[in-house]
């Protein structure tokens, strides 16, 4: 166990949350303040980091990304990029479209991000965060670590930390919903996390369950690989999108028996694949239970500015929100998180934090459209630019421009290519 005169920070993960956070904490004195990212792969990128296979790694640990091979950004690159590392104007490397880039060249951003500013230095690789829990004694976070690089798997240790921030993401856990009558059906049953390939359900029925991103892509990129069919269920009402031919909508379904699904309407197919596009959970199994961020997935977690944990402000969390902003409102929480630490910004009482938490989370409840939606984390953004000193990342004009693109045209709105940098 090891104890150090500095104050020390854990950064939990490498992925976009992490690596913006790192980039904030370099405005710390590093002669006063240490820093240390633990990732469990051996690079950067998280769920960027596509692994090409699901189940078990060889490390005994899950796969924790739910990417596919030929998956393009949903949002334009405009409104993901970095304020002090922009996506080049023109880049002959580029891949995906103009304004929507795919996996690989989101990744290669965030390479390049973290090799421009050395972040590397600040990471341990293939180390696993297997428990957390906080000493009131000493006022201290111990950390458990296990190695798992071969030559020294399961090898543990644990280190002592004064602020632990969660850069994990919260799309790691999928959220299995369960409908009667399931276990009779023979075909394929599988979360969006497991999709890896279009291509697999070439001349397959399919029924994707859910309005998410993911069923979007179910209904899309499967007709694009050649499925037969392709049916939407959900819960909620359509958003009205013109969808491919081949593509059908259903409510959400009552029973499964055999390969026949019967839905709300009374009407029933015939499937050979059901996709789960039902989101993911909160879930953060390395953390004792009174450091766990417990919420839905929403627009305002219950999060003192959507950042510090009210239980205790010495644990932070990143990215934990229903996102229009990402990669941007990461960089900009890791800048709050500095100033925190640092002491330049002041932790009001508990009573205090719950009470601006429950004003943002009634605010929310209120919000009916897209576009108060992306008014909403827009106000959270910007408040977090005046709070840190930092450039407004502020792009709702792009996200609603966005939204309208989809709506006109769910299929080909990826070719959009008249979004621009709001920072140049």
Known sequence: MKTSEKVRICVIGAGPSGLGVLRALQTLDESKYDRICYE????IGGIWNFRGKEGIEEDGIEVHTGQYYNLISNGPKHCLEIPDYLFPVKDPD???YQC???????????????????????????IWVDWVAYDEATKKFQVTLKNLKQEKLDEKSVELFDYVIVATGHFNYPNYVTYPGQETFPGLLIHSKQILDFYRFKGKKVLAIGSSYSAEECAIKGMEAGAERVTLSFRSKSRGFK???????????EKIE????????????????????????????????????????RLAPPLYKQVVFPENPALMYIGMQD??????????????CAKVICGAIKMPSKDQMYEEISKDQQEEDTLKTQDEKIDFQTKHVNELSELTGQVKIDVAALY?????????????????????????
Not at 104 to 126: E, M, S
Not at 264 to 286: K, N, R
Request: hydrophobic letters at 30%; one cysteine or more; proline letters at 3%.
């Open 100 to 126: 929507f880039p795919d996996r690989v060249y989101h990744l290669k951003y965030l390479t390049g991000f973290a090799d421009k500013y050395n972040l590397q230095r600040y990471i341990q690789f293939q």
């Open 258 to 297: 055999g390969s026949t699904v019967y839905f709300a309407d009374g009407t029933s197919a015939e499937y050979d694949v059901i996709i789960l596009c039902t989101g993911w959970v909160h879930h953060f199994p390395f953390l004792e239970d009174k450091l766990r961020l417990k919420t839905r997935n």
């Open 323 to 336: 996102q229009f902003y990402s990669h941007s409102m990461f960089w900009l929480h890791g800048h709050f």
């Open 40 to 43: 469990r792969y051996d690079n």
């Open 243 to 253: 969808w491919p031919k081949g593509v059908d909508e259903r409510p959400i379904v």
């Open 94 to 96: 580029l891949t995906g």
């Open 400 to 424: 609603k421009k966005w939204e309208k693109d989809r709506e006109r045209d769910i299929k080909t709105y990826k070719h959009q290519v008249d979004y621009k940098s709001v920072h140049r």
